[in-house]
């Protein structure tokens, strides 16, 4: 009756009934609506947009749902969406044509949008649909909460390896895709719920991994000491940070920077986010025993010049890098630490010898991800008294300074943000470094004399990149912590 109508029950008030309806005036239509609910009725006037969207939103059909993803993509689905290699392996129902359009216009939008993370989350009323977009979750247009058993089922057999059966239990999958010819992974992760299953994917665009190191985001000095440390002959390079902080895109863009022909380098990940050329890519699989340990213990008699681990999770491992490291390799990873000093405690803590930390570590970068302001929107501010403290920014930093802010446009879906870039901190490990590490002196004096040597913690790469005009100051202030006198 709602699409009958074309009104949309909001709530119960002390009046009776409110109906959101496009035409108050419309006399026929409230007449048949009080002889058939017999109730009172209070009426709010809405416009007809607003009632056509929600009457698909809750009451709509897969195809209607599809039909509104695709407006919102345009000509962009016309481009079809490639499953595997490109044939399904399974007979399709008519029935079920609107909704496998559904879920490829739900991955099409995902990947125009730049997402990271597809999140469907059923709540008590509603289907929730989010994507991760810079980092931040945002809110979608979301299918009729009724739809939402058969698109997680259709998630589930486009992974070939989920059964749509199994709803009590937690479950893993991998979809490949492929949009506008490029090659896209999806990670699935399901999870029961007291409202059904919570699915999770992880967008995997391989053509957007591959950086250069400009496009990190270093500023020219920094970029230049960074390079420098790349040319090192041997010794471990540690880049740390959370997870989510862009560690991996570091890594492929160090490994990208230093591939040449005349260098062996092989790398050990969980798993291969992206597929590089030239370079030899071993991918952990615990269930079949190939370990982290024992991948590298192999690939050390491969003669390699260069190695690339993805996580140094455990002593074995910490062991075979820096002596990997001591033996004539250039050797990069990743370790969680909020700082760059933290690492050597964290090594340590791991069961790596002092002396081995101070003899194999060359270099640890700690690092995290701002948003970079939108080009299209972004125009000359001024920090406020309360952004100047919390940033610690003195008046006299002001003078030359390029502070930007950005309100918002269609380019950037009204956040004042658009894309991401790194900030970072960069410790170098010198000879009287080394000596304090054998000593086994503590991260607060490390941190001191890393201070000593000119290191920028991450809070003052923050602060030079908000007076250039690249990121603002909340974001600086979100993903860092202040800095200690």
């Not at 590490?437 to 890393?450: E, G, P």
């Amino acid at each position: 009756d709602a699409r009958r109508f074309k009104v949309i029950p909001v709530t119960f008030g002390e009046s009776g009934l409110v109906l959101a309806i496009s035409d108050p005036l419309d006399v026929d239509t409230i007449d048949s609506l009080n002889f058939l609910l017999q109730r009172d009725l209070e009426l709010v006037c809405t416009s007809p947009e607003k009632i056509r969207q929600a009457l698909i939103k809750y009451y709509g059909t897969a195809e209607e749902a599809a039909d509104v993803l695709q407006h919102k993509i345009g000509d962009e689905v016309d481009l079809g969406l490639e499953i595997g290699d490109g044939t399904e392996a399974f007979a399709v129902d008519e029935a079920d044509a609107p909704i496998i359009r559904l879920v490829s216009m739900l991955i099409i939008e995902a990947h125009k949008l730049g997402a990271s993370d597809i999140h469907l989350e059923p709540l008590d009323k509603k289907f929730r649909v989010r994507f991760r977009i810079d980092g931040v979750l945002q809110e979608m247009q979301a299918p009729p909460k009724r739809l939402q058993s058969a698109i997680i089922s259709r998630l589930k057999i486009m992974t070939g390896s989920m059964s749509i059966a199994e709803k009590r239990l937690p479950q893993d999958g991998r979809i490949q895709v492929k949009i506008k010819k490029k090659p896209i992974d999806l990670r699935v992760s399901t999870i029961p719920t007291n409202h059904g299953e919570s699915v999770v994917m992880r967008v995997l665009d391989k053509s957007s991994l591959l950086l250069g190191l400009p496009e990190l985001g270093f500023l020219s000095d920094d970029q230049e000491k960074f390079e420098r440390l790349l040319r090192s002959p041997d010794g471990i390079l540690l880049v740390t940070g959370p997870t989510g902080s862009g560690k991996t895109s570091t890594l492929y863009a160090c490994l990208n920077y230093i591939n040449k022909p005349d260098r062996k380098i092989i790398t050990v990940e969980e798993p291969v986010e992206y597929q590089m050329t030239g370079i030899n890519q071993v991918q952990v699989n615990n269930d079949a025993g190939m370990t982290f340990p024992i991948a590298l213990r192999s690939i050390l008699r491969q003669a390699p010049n260069i190695i690339m681990i993805g996580e140094i999770r455990d002593l074995e491992t910490a062991s075979i890098a820096t002596n990997a490291s001591l033996t004539g390799h250039l050797v990069f990873s990743t370790l969680h630490t909020n700082d760059a000093p933290s690492a050597v405690a964290r090594l340590v803590d791991i069961g790596v010898q002092p002396f081995l930390v101070a003899s194999s570590v060359r270099a640890i970068m700690a690092q995290r991800l701002v948003r970079r302001l939108c080009t299209h929107c972004k125009h000359p501010a001024d920090l406020s008294e309360t952004e100047m403290r919390a940033l610690r920014i003195e008046p006299s930093q002001m003078k030359d300074s390029q502070v930007m802010k950005a309100p918002g446009c269609d380019h950037c879906r009204h956040t004042g943000y658009r894309g991401r870039m790194g900030i970072f901190e960069i410790f170098i490990i010198d000879d009287e470094v080394r000596h304090m590490i054998n000593k086994r002196t503590s991260t607060f004096l490390l941190r001191q004399r890393a201070r000593e040597l000119s290191m920028r913690t991450l809070r003052e790469d923050g602060v030079r990149k908000v007076l250039s005009g690249l990121t603002s100051a909340d974001e600086v202030i979100s993903v860092t912590i202040a800095d200690l006198n």
